[in-house]
């Protein structure tokens, strides 16, 4: 019989990391017995992804459970020798209870195996860890703690408890607090797979933010609306990818997240019987410091971004008003940049006015045919 392991995540444990490193390794997989597709080849070079399972979770979507099997049958297992594939994909924690049964089906009328995987990690950090993905993927505007969505435990447990209603002890939960300083090795642990002929993943993936990168991203989410957050986060990643970053702690919210976390995760303790048990948070007592007071230098990254960014025809419109509103926020900081920026808008509005008249089919002035 052949088998899947069905990498669901949760948000916020490594997924993007692993997915890098799986597709990375493709063809060493491959020679090992075991087929990861490769449908996101840039993943290899650190590339945040949804992972080669999100045709599969596009598929559900659609109801179109042929794809579901072609899927399944000849893209995930593309090898004819092997019988283990990996597919990865955090959405697929949101298929719905009747999707996971389907997918179930499925595989075993095509005698497939599926082991569920997702880690799991402490409920504080978890929820910190993804406020500040809302900073960098959306439109997040608020301070960490000031709206429910910031508590997403219940959400996760629900996840937890639809797959252990199909899949009951092939679905395994993972410590990602005791994982992370080396996640490879323990989904190598899981999967089968032989770490000696594996190349090693050089690059962080996805980091996380300081609190004044935070902060920064958080007032200029209130200029753009969100439209530019994966744009200007990416840049800002990408230009700092090790930098190292610490959790922001609040005593009344850790204490919140005790109150309603507590008697779940020792649950969750107990039927997975983790050898090293989750916690609520690694709060020690002692408060983070949540002043951070914005200077020039903390925008500087954005301004450089602002200055070289070629917006294309969908966005054009978008980014003009952007400038406008950054350049009338930096003369709070630097007149030289606010200027810098209004420079900028002029050269984006006539390339607009340029590109709205070529739309129309029409010359700018003074324009002449031959």
Avoid at 131 to 156: N, V
Avoid at 302 to 331: E, K, Q, S, T, Y
Wanted: glycine share 4%; with cysteine.
């Amino acid at each position: 019989m052949r088998k899947i392991y069905l990498h669901i995540g949760f948000g916020k444990t490594g997924s993007s990391a692993l997915q890098s490193w799986l597709s990375l390794n493709t063809s060493v997989l491959e020679k090992q017995g075991i087929d990861y597709a490769d449908l996101v080849p840039e993943a290899k070079f650190g590339q945040v992804s949804a992972g080669n399972g999100y045709v599969l979770f596009q598929a559900f979507q659609q109801q179109d459970f042929v794809e579901v099997e072609r899927l399944i049958t000849s893209s995930y297992f593309f090898s004819a020798n092997n019988n283990i594939a990996i597919i990865s994909c955090e959405l697929l924690k949101d298929l719905p209870k009747l999707s996971i049964q389907k997918l179930k089906d499925i595989c075993e009328r095509n005698a497939i195996s599926v082991s569920p995987i997702a880690y799991f990690r402490s409920v504080y950090e978890h929820s910190y860890s993804a406020y500040l993905q809302g900073l960098k993927r959306s439109q997040a505007t608020h301070y960490f703690g000031e709206e429910s969505s910031d508590f997403r435990f219940p959400t996760i447990v629900k996840y937890v408890e639809k797959y252990l209603e199909v899949f009951g002890d092939d679905f395994t939960i993972l410590n990602y607090d005791e994982a992370k300083k080396d996640i490879y090795t323990s989904f190598s642990d899981v999967t089968g797979i032989h770490r000696k002929s594996i190349k090693k993943l050089r690059k962080k993936v996805n980091r996380s933010l300081t609190m004044e990168e935070a902060e920064t991203l958080r007032r200029i989410n209130t200029i753009h609306k969100g439209i530019f957050s994966n744009i200007i986060s990416d840049h800002l990643i990408h230009s700092k990818p090790n930098l190292a970053t610490t959790v922001f702690y609040d005593a009344v919210l850790v204490n919140k997240m005790r109150a309603d976390a507590g008697e779940k995760i020792e649950w969750i303790n107990r039927q997975f019987n983790l050898s090293c048990p989750l916690a609520v948070d690694f709060y020690t007592g002692q408060e983070s410091d949540n002043t951070v007071v914005l200077q020039r230098k903390s925008f500087k990254f954005i301004v450089r971004w602002a200055m070289n960014f070629n917006p294309n025809d969908a966005l054009i419109a978008d980014f003009a008003i952007f400038l406008h509103d950054f350049a009338n926020f930096m003369g709070e900081f630097s007149r030289r940049d606010a200027q810098a920026l209004r420079k900028r808008l002029s050269s984006v509005q006539k390339d607009l006015a340029a590109r709205n008249l070529g739309l129309r089919g029409e010359r700018p002035p003074g324009e002449t045919t031959l």
